[in-house]
Structures are given as C-alpha cells and as structure tokens.
C-alpha cells in the first residue's frame, strides 16, 4: 500500500484558516486521496475525499497537486471543535481485498488556540 | 441512537480469560470492520467483513476471531486475553460503492491485567 507522511502537529488559531499537508510520493493513478479526523474520545469520522480534482464540501476542501505526490487539507475558519488527530490515507479504488480497507498512519494532531 | 454500537463501552480483565466485543449497526450496510488503536498511534484492522459469508483478515488477525452473526452484527473475541492486546477497539461500516465511507462506533476500551 502506497503511504502518505503528515507532521506529527500542527497549531493555529480560532477562526484562522488551517493548511494541514500530506505528502504520497508513491501514489498510483488509481488511488483517492482519504482525510478523516478523530475528536478527542471519539471513533475518526470522514471529512473529505478526492482523485485528481481539488475537491469541497461543508467540512473542508482538499487541494490535491497536479502531480498527485502531496495535497492539503484546508479548514477554512478553524473553531475549538476542529482540535483532533487528522489522517490522510490513500485507498485503492480497484477492486481486490484492499478495496474498501483503510490503513492508518500517526496522523497529524491539530491544536486550536482560543 | 447512534449508527455503529458498541457494547461493552470499556472493559477490565485478566489474562487469558476470553472476551466478546460486540458491535451491531443500524445503517444497512454490508461492510463491516474491526480496527485496533493503541495509544498515540492510528488505528490498525483486525478483521473485515463484506458480507455475512466473506471473513477477512486485516493488519493484526492473530489473538482475535470474529463472528458475523447477521448484517448488522459483527462481534470479534479475544479467546485468551494477553496484557499487550491493552487497546482501543473500533468496529465500522461501510456501504459497497467506491467512495465508501467508512461509520466509526465509538470504541470499547479494553484493559487486560
């Protein structure tokens, strides 16, 4: 499985934008780009998800490079309740057994400073 | 209520007693997941199921057996806990498409002595 490198954290401040980065060097063509995040005491939830296009919805947007090696995670206006562990991962859209699995790396934890 | 349920929410033990973890969803999705965090790291798959017939092994299958009883319930079982098996345990699921986003309960935490 391809793997993806994040910083381990990452702080900013309420209500600024936030660029979280991940880098996939050895991504194939056929894998999505993944981000979940884990709150605190919780199981991760998804935020976001994309190929080749940089991708929006109401969570965040994903800016994925042209060259598909490393894409950014942008919060757009941080808040307290965006402090978690962030993971980008990349998933196989072929089929096979890892279809439909998701490997976790560390993450980055992200800080949000009142 | 939530979509993924967990029981038990935390648990003690000792070694080598066995230990069920359930997980029941009611979001009527085929795929269903058992991962392993332990603390500071990410989450690493124990099991996975696509469907009630299809059993799979994950990452770290050894020390762990799991059952799917139905659709909706996927239960996985240390038969002889072990101090190192110490973690948090996540079940999911996931509907069949591509995108398919994966519905994370809210963990067991599991302590063996």
């Known amino acids: 499985d391809a793997k993806t490198t994040q910083p381990n954290s990452m702080e900013s401040n309420e209500e600024e934008p936030v660029h979280l980065p991940c880098n996939h060097s050895?991504?194939?063509?056929?894998?999505?780009i993944h981000w979940y995040r884990q709150l605190p005491s919780q199981g991760p939830e998804y935020v976001i998800h994309?190929?080749?296009s940089n991708v929006n919805n109401r969570m965040a947007s994903l800016a994925i490079a042209e060259d598909r090696k490393s894409s950014t995670l942008i919060l757009h206006r941080a808040t307290l309740r965006d402090a978690a562990v962030y993971y980008c991962i990349l998933r196989d859209k072929a089929g096979g057994t890892s279809y439909g699995k998701l490997t976790f790396g560390q993450g980055t934890i992200l800080t949000v400073h009142p | 209520d939530a979509d993924v349920t967990q029981t038990p929410r935390n648990r003690i033990t000792k070694t080598g007693k066995r230990i069920m973890l359930e997980c029941s969803q009611t979001?009527?999705?085929?795929?269903m997941y058992w991962y392993r965090q332990d603390p500071g790291l990410g989450l690493q798959l124990i099991y996975y199921s696509f469907d009630v017939k299809d059993i799979n092994k994950g990452e770290i299958s050894d020390g762990y057996s799991v059952s799917r009883q139905a659709q909706a319930k996927f239960s996985l079982s240390l038969e002889s806990a072990i101090p190192n098996q110490t973690a948090l345990y996540f079940c999911a699921t996931s509907d069949k498409g591509t995108y398919g986003e994966l519905f994370f309960g809210e963990g067991s935490r599991l302590t063996v002595l």
């Open positions: 994309g190929l080749t």
């Open positions: 050895t991504i194939s063509g056929t894998d999505y």
């Open positions: 979001k009527g999705h085929d795929r």
